[in-house]
């Protein structure tokens, strides 16, 4: 409310949007949550919890769907292993963790 503005920068919750995130339309981020390095957030998607690096988001609340490449391209996985199509580049699944390979 622009009318009551609030007396303290505690009652705001930062947001991160981290370097080279792709945000679709009409999507909204909740407020306090970060988008990680790479990560896809689809159309749309409502995000209400933190967003891994490389990971791709979509629905209402938004849910991983899978994973990215730094390029942009949706990643082919076999057996926690991950290439993209586009690049050529190669990835593995960590600890929950993408890291390039």
């Known amino acids: 409310r622009s009318a009551f503005p609030r ?10 949007i981290k370097r080279g995130a792709s945000l679709g339309a ?3 981020i ?5 988008i990680g390095e790479y990560a896809f957030v ?4 409502v995000v209400n919890q933190d967003v891994k690096p490389n ?15 730094v ?6 996985e076999s057996e926690n292993k991950f290439r993209c199509s586009q690049c050529n580049r190669n ?7 993408l890291e390039q390979h």
């Open 55 to 69: 990971a791709l988001v979509a629905g209402v609340p938004a849910k991983q769907i899978g994973w990215t490449c």
């Open 91 to 97: 990835y593995i699944l960590r600890a929950d963790t």
């Open 7 to 16: 007396n303290t920068t505690d009652d705001y919750l930062r947001t991160y």
């Open 30 to 34: 909740i407020c306090g949550v970060t």
């Open 26 to 28: 009409n999507c909204t």
């Open 42 to 45: 689809a159309a749309g998607a």
């Open 71 to 76: 390029c942009g391209s949706k990643l082919d």
